[in-house]
């Protein structure tokens, strides 16, 4: 896969785009082969884990395919503070960190275009078990502590070829990703699968959200890269987008509550939501709008090479050639399939559908409530812009922090006892508290 990428990007005359700077694909190619680079990742040998911490998302493409080229094993970061870094990584054994962080002093100095990047090597020892080992990527977190998942080669390679063929990329598409580099979907499901078609491609990560609606205009956007949480937040706007042809929104089940507005916005557009995670590099089934089971909110049918099935507590299981090795730490999976915490059911066409968490029944006050009702009920009368479920050291299940976007006589009382009500929850279990940092029009409540 990696000579395809390099192949398109030394001959086809397409572009990457990061804010103003817009940099060929050809350029790339030059730089990827540049005797300064070369010198510059001299120190870095085969199989040895590479941490990239770069802000720049041109640099860090150039940065991963030549490390992919070079057979290391690449953990992706972004823009993580040195020292937290360090701190995270200090169980793990981690060769080298490359940082465009510009307070540290190191002898291993390289330039590319205009950011200066530092190489830091932390340790010599070599883990010779990480055969077919590729990336190294921490779980998001939302629904327990993060784990470090091991993805082979074949893992990504495999998910990258299926996601294409289920976008039916054109030529002159040009996509726009919204998510940091470090997510899954965002370095696996969009920036290589738009290298490996060969596409036009705009970071739009760290811009105010304001903007996108312009610089989808402008740029003349094809292709919108998003999650359920973006589209939460772009519904509020009063905009249409007629040059967006596909809309993709990744991770979790689509955002229906806001279906009618995003249709408005993108009335051209087809819609497909994926689902997965980390462990699925980072999919194992989609859905298109199209689909009459899309708007019974189904997550759709199994990607090719993944086949599913039901436990006999009514978890998803899945298995295939997308599947991760395992957790860096600890044992390789020894059973073919992996099972998930999402309660499913399946119809006799093979349509997944989500019925809830199990470890999202939790006990508060005594009472069984699950989280994932309380986050549907709540999109029904608010705007939400986050749901997180905190956890401890443990594992183990400890608060919910939603952030919702509000209007200036938003009644915290009334909120607060509908949600009791609803979900039998003491009163003394509820918390409003207003973000006054930020002006009226923009202000937050977190509950």
């Known amino acids: 896969m990696i000579k395809t990428i390099l192949e398109n990007l030394k001959h086809k005359n397409n572009f990457i785009k990061d804010s103003e700077k817009v940099i060929p694909f050809k350029e790339i ?9 070369e010198m510059f990742l001299d120190s870095i040998k085969e199989r040895e884990v590479v941490v990239l911490n770069i802000k720049d998302h041109i640099t860090y493409t150039i940065l991963f395919l030549k490390l992919w080229e070079k057979g290391s094993i690449i953990l992706p ?11 995270i990584l200090k169980t793990y054994t981690i060769n080298h960190i490359i940082t465009d962080n510009n307070n540290l002093s190191t002898k291993q100095q390289f330039e590319i275009f205009d950011n200066r990047l530092n190489l830091v090597t932390l340790s010599q020892k070599f883990n010779t078990t990480a055969k077919d080992d590729f990336l190294y990527m921490f779980t998001s977190g939302t629904t327990s502590v993060p784990k470090l998942v091991r993805l082979s080669y074949t893992n990504v390679e495999h998910n990258v070829k299926e996601i294409k063929i289920s976008l039916k990329i054109e030529k002159n598409d040009y996509g726009l990703i919204m ?10 499901g969009q920036l290589l699968v738009s290298l490996y078609a060969g596409v036009n491609i705009y970071f739009f990560y760290n811009r105010p959200i304001n903007q996108l609606f312009n610089i989808i205009a402008c740029e003349k956007i094809t292709i919108l890269w998003t999650v359920a949480l973006y589209l939460r937040m772009i519904s509020i706007f009063k905009k249409e987008s007629p ?11 689509f955002p229906f509550e806001v279906y ?10 087809i819609i497909i939501n994926n689902y997965g995670g980390t462990e699925a590099s980072p999919r194992i089934s989609y859905i298109y709008d199209t689909d009459a089971k899309f708007l019974k909110e189904s997550i759709g049918k199994p990607i090719g090479g993944t086949e599913v099935k039901i436990t006999e507590d009514g978890k998803l299981a899945y298995r295939g050639k997308g599947i991760m090795i395992g957790y860096l730490n600890q044992k390789e999976r020894k059973d073919d ?6 309660l499913v059911s399946i119809d006799e066409d093979g349509y997944i559908f989500l019925k809830g968490r199990a470890d999202e029944n939790i006990n508060l006050g005594g009472k069984k409530v699950n989280l994932n009702a309380i986050r549907d009920y709540i999109s029904k009368i608010k705007s939400i812009e986050s749901f997180e479920c905190k956890y401890n050291e443990n594992g183990n299940f400890e608060k919910i922090d939603i952030k919702l ?12 006892e509908e949600i009791s009500k609803t979900f039998n929850i003491g009163i003394s279990f509820l918390n409003v508290i207003v973000d006054e940092t930020l002006p009226i029009y923009n202000r937050i409540k977190k509950s």
Do not use: Q
Not at 262 to 267: A, G, N, T
Not at 405 to 416: A, G, Q, T
């Open 243 to 253: 040059t967006v042809r596909l809309l993709s929104t990744a991770g979790a089940k």
């Open 337 to 342: 399939y992996f099972v998930t915490n999402d």
């Open 405 to 416: 976007r509000i209007s200036e006589n938003f009644d915290n009382k009334f909120f607060l």
């Open 260 to 269: 009618n507005k995003v249709k408005k916005m993108f009335p051209y557009a």
């Open 77 to 87: 970061a972004n823009s993580w503070e040195y020292d937290a870094l360090t701190n």
């Open 29 to 37: 190619y030059e730089e990827l082969y540049s005797n300064k680079l």
């Open 179 to 188: 998510l940091p580099l470090e997510h899954g979907y965002a370095l696996i």
